[in-house]
């Protein structure tokens, strides 16, 4: 059984840095693409980064609250854990924040793509 444990979540204020890290228990992790993604209060969850390292490409939302050039999703395929480091980070950044492994090799923005998720890990964000 795959599994995949968030960690780093926590309350900071605006203009704050973060570091989510994403621990995946899986033998072949450089294989999969991995993704983040996060749910606001009232909201679905929508589509922030992905990582598909077997093609070294990333990917970022391009939504009104761009994270685009404020966040950077990485990974240490040795330690098979996946980051997202959040920066400048703004009160619409409040959610939770969950990791994706992707189904194949590539990732995706679609979450229907994905097929093991982590419990989520909580990032507030006052003003």
């Known amino acids: 059984q795959v599994q995949l444990v968030e960690s780093g979540g926590r309350l900071v204020q605006a203009g704050d840095s973060l570091r989510l890290s994403c621990a995946v228990s899986?033998?072949?992790?450089?294989?999969?693409?991995m993704g983040w993604f996060r749910q606001a209060p009232g909201k679905e969850r929508e589509f922030v980064a992905a990582s598909s390292w077997a093609i070294g490409t990333t990917y970022y939302a391009e939504s009104a609250d761009s994270v685009k050039g404020r966040f950077t999703i990485s990974r240490d395929n040795a330690k098979n854990t996946v980051y997202l480091q959040m920066n400048s980070m703004k009160p619409e950044d409040t959610a939770v924040y969950y990791c994706?492994?992707?189904?194949?090799?590539?990732?995706?923005?679609?979450?229907?793509?994905?097929?093991?998720w982590g419990q989520g890990t909580q990032v507030t964000v006052s003003s």
């Open positions: 994706g492994k992707s189904k194949g090799r590539i990732a995706t923005i679609r979450s229907y793509e994905y097929d093991y």
């Open positions: 899986l033998r072949t992790f450089s294989t999969y693409g």
